[in-house]
């Protein structure tokens, strides 16, 4: 099976490839060229299999050049060994009748990207060899909070890898800069950069540019890559969660094989919704895929009338994970909606690129309307559904995961459909305690780390461990640099 890239399908590749590339050199992504499907039975047979077991069973049919046995050690070291605090990995909580959550934040930094992040690091390494590559990788990232955590996780220890986390110095909570700098492993390093996340983030996107950075890398045995959610390493994991959530609805008689279910994602690069969107065409009875937006509702406005527009006010919300205006993600479902059409996708991206916007037919908008709906929640209404789900379910959710719920809520109220829906929660409510401490009416907020033993004797809900040992550990990490000198922190980190 064959990846190609979405501006040009004569670009092919094979998994190891693709998963080492990262992006393709026209600035398309990976897809493969045929999605497999699952055999009829699949679903009933994967029922009483561990996560483990499924997320080969679902992988093996993306990546023929690695083996079972390869697949089954990458699973075990990702999802097993205590590094997730439920058995279940990514368990469904029934939340009433036809209502079911799944929580995708029992991983080591709380947030759903470690689903990905935990195995991609395997990926890699393995697709390393595979390729005959000689040199140590070594990612950078510039993270606005959850995701240099997750990566720095799941890279840590891992052979022939390193990684190297850039955070701006104004831009994280206390808690999250805490998680960065206590990081332990021996191929990590962790810098604050002076400013905000754009100066982080121009300063890496400078970095792997510069090419006589990566001559001194190359001379010491280093290569630069990312581990940024468009790798097809970080897709392919997320579809084994909702494979994984049919087959445990039906160990727990919520469904019978082959009764529909409808899913509800709260969505920023739209990785997550489009992994559920693979999940769908590989067979797993979904109808319906709805996609929660906050105030940043680009994709609401874009799946309801056709046009995408990224000329808009942005907003910082409660659900900062999704303040995203461009979400580089959707290319692919546009390369799967359009046929496949690479020449079409190119142009839609280019017109991105050059105006901000573009405007897809009315055939494609007419086969999005078949499988997406769409809907936004700003933060007033955020904190009042954290309050109420609290209130009436005894339910703790993070900001991110209640905008799904309301945009659930609203969508039901509009349309009547009362199919039973798979809620995705992505975070822990322990990541945003000030958020969530003040829905619940809480105004007298504790600092720092303190903050997570206040939501916990408010609620009685105990934290989870690797947020509740925060307050025990060694900060390992002090550096700091101005954007500017950042090559040098580079140098210097792998020596
Ligand atoms: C990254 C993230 C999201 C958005 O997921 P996408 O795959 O980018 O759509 C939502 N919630 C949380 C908590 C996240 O960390």
Not at 188 to 214: I, P, W
Request: hydrophobic share 40%; net charge negative; charged share 20%.
């Amino acid at each position: 099976m064959y990846y190609v890239s979405t501006r040009n399908k004569g670009d092919k590749s094979t998994a190891a490839q693709a998963i080492a590339r990262g992006l393709a050199v026209d600035g398309g992504l990976m897809t493969p060229e045929v999605l497999p499907k699952l055999s009829k039975n699949a679903l009933g047979s994967m029922r009483d299999m561990s996560y483990q077991q499924r997320a080969v069973y679902v992988m093996n049919a993306y990546l023929d050049d690695f083996t079972s046995s390869e697949l089954s050690s990458f699973a075990a070291k990702a999802y097993g060994g205590g590094k997730f605090d439920a058995k279940e990995v990514a368990p469904v909580r029934r939340v009433d009748g036809n209502t079911h959550c799944l929580e995708l934040w029992h991983g080591p930094t709380c947030a759903f990207k470690d689903m990905a992040l935990q195995m991609l690091p395997h990926l890699l390494s393995a697709s390393l060899v595979k390729n005959q590559e000689e040199k140590t990788v070594c990612i950078l990232v510039a993270t606005s909070g959850d995701t240099g955590k997750a990566a720095l996780e799941g890279f840590r220890d891992v052979d022939k890898t390193r990684i190297l986390v850039f955070y701006p110095k104004d831009g994280v909570s206390a808690v999250q800069q805490l998680q960065m700098v206590t990081q332990e492993g021996n191929n990590v390093g962790v810098c604050s950069v002076a400013g905000n996340f754009d100066d982080a983030q121009t300063g890496v996107k400078q970095l792997f540019t510069d090419e006589n950075l990566r001559d001194q890398l190359a001379q010491r045995g280093f290569f630069l890559s990312s581990a940024n959610s468009i790798n097809w390493g970080r897709v392919l994991p997320q579809i084994v969660y909702y494979v994984s959530a049919y087959c445990d609805l039906l160990r727990d008689e919520a469904i019978q094989n082959g009764d529909k279910i409808n899913v509800c994602v709260p969505t920023g690069n739209f990785g997550n919704i489009l992994a559920a969107y693979y999940a769908r065409e590989m067979g797993v009875p979904i109808e319906r895929l709805i996609c929660a937006s906050n105030s940043n509702n680009v994709l609401t406005d874009f799946l309801r009338t056709g046009i995408y527009d990224r000329n808009r006010t942005f907003y910082n919300t409660l659900s900062p994970s999704m303040d995203i205006l461009i979400s580089s993600n959707l290319e692919r479902l546009l390369f799967a909606l359009t046929g496949q059409d690479d020449g079409q996708v190119k142009s839609y991206m280019a017109q991105l690129g050059r105006t901000g916007q573009y405007h897809v037919g009315e055939k494609l908008k007419d086969k999005l309307a078949r499988v997406f709906s769409a809907g936004y929640c700003d933060d007033t209404q955020t904190k009042a559904v954290i309050g109420r789900m609290w209130k009436e379910h005894r339910y703790l959710i993070d900001p991110h995961t209640a905008v799904a719920f309301d945009v659930l809520d609203q969508y039901r109220r509009e349309t009547g459909d009362e199919t039973p829906t798979l809620v995705v929660s992505t975070a822990s409510p322990f990541k945003f305690c000030d958020s969530v401490l003040e829905a619940l009416g809480e105004n007298r907020l504790a600092q720092g780390t303190e903050l997570i033993d206040q939501l916990s004797q408010v609620t009685g809900v105990p934290a989870p461990a690797p947020l509740a040992a925060l307050k025990d550990k060694t900060v390992r990490f002090t550096q700091s640099t101005e954007k500017e000198r950042m090559v040098e922190q580079v140098l210097e980190m792998l020596r």
